[in-house]
């Protein structure tokens, strides 16, 4: 049972157009992320699913909801706390706006905080918390009506690999209560938690599917091996890895008809001398695949964030 059909979905302002033509469903109790560079269309496609964002043309319906807009939670990427609010009187704020009756608010706004890691934490005041604290409230917030679907705009992108980590842990949890759809820019977290992924270039769906879908579609599957010192990988492509490519002590080559099997690589590893710690056959990241996908060139400053 598809849980929400965007479907032509176009923004235009003026003679620019910033979402065109989109068109994409999501199933129940999934992870979908939204992949593009900046200027990409990702948080405009995200404020029309919410409604804050009237479409020029096409369409977005829930499953058996009427206003969507009481089905969705939100977490924009630039949230605003209010550095008075203690955590607490936050996510009543949020619940009660949600139409969250007072008594039950508080119940639900301490249940949520401390779900999300901030049951101690929650009589703080909002100006004290830390980046990943804060993104842990602006979550907090978005899930106190028990939304269908949360939608998640650059959710970890300020956040140091740590926050980052912790973060979408969180998320995977959330996962088994909620349909979830976030844009990122950060692909390697991409990798971790995903059913589904959209690339997005200058408004347009450029390519979709499962990640083992597009993977399949767009790899150029290699062998990898690691050798205990760079001492030995150098050595090892200087013997019999002429298409091989060194990064310390990682050795990535190619699929050939000299190596079509790994089989065939590990008999002839096993004549060697070498010190391996680790060899497997490896198909290409999310950052490689949009590379290849939408030409993402400028992609390559936050990908080695």
């Known amino acids: 049972m598809t849980l929400l059909r965007v479907e032509a979905l176009t923004k235009k302002y003026g003679s620019k157009t910033s979402v065109d033509q989109l068109s994409f469903s999501l199933e129940p109790n999934t992870a979908t992320a ?3 560079p900046n200027g990409a269309g990702k948080t405009t496609t995200m404020s029309m699913i919410t409604g804050l964002l009237t479409p020029t043309s096409g369409s977005v319906q829930l499953n058996g909801s009427g ?5 969705i939670g939100f977490l924009p990427q630039y949230p605003t706390f209010y550095s008075w609010l203690t955590a607490i009187e936050y996510v009543e704020m949020a619940a009660g706006l949600s139409g969250i009756p007072a008594r039950e608010a508080r119940k639900r706004s301490e249940k949520i905080l401390e779900y999300v890691g901030l049951g101690k934490d929650m009589k703080r ?11 842990r409230l602006g979550i907090a917030q978005a899930i106190i009506h028990e939304p269908k679907l949360l939608l998640l ?5 300020a956040l140091d690999p740590l926050g980052r980590a912790e973060i979408m842990e969180l998320l995977k949890e959330l996962q088994q209560q909620t349909t979830i759809l976030y844009s990122t820019h950060i692909l390697h977290d991409a990798e971790k938690m995903t059913d589904q992924v ?8 450029v390519e979709q599917g499962t990640l083992l879908e597009v993977q399949q579609r767009y790899a150029d599957p290699q062998y990898m091996i690691v050798f205990a010192s760079e001492q030995e990988a150098e050595s090892f492509v200087e013997l019999h890895g002429a298409q091989g490519k060194r990064d310390g002590s990682r ?5 050939t008809e000299e190596l079509p099997t790994l089989n065939t690589l590990m008999s002839l ?7 391996i710690l680790k060899v497997e ?3 290409a990241s999310l950052d490689q695949i949009f590379k290849k996908v939408a030409g993402a060139h400028e992609f390559a400053a936050d990908i080695a964030r």
């Open 34 to 36: 939204l992949i593009g």
């Open 67 to 71: 206003d969507i807009r009481k089905h």
């Open 125 to 135: 005041q909002t100006s004290t918390f830390s980046g990943g604290m804060k993104q």
């Open 153 to 157: 705009d650059e959710p970890v992108s």
């Open 198 to 205: 959209l690339f997005m270039k200058e408004g347009k769906l």
């Open 251 to 255: 050795v990535t080559m190619p699929i």
């Open 269 to 275: 590893l096993s004549k060697t001398s070498f010190d």
């Open 281 to 283: 056959r490896e198909s």
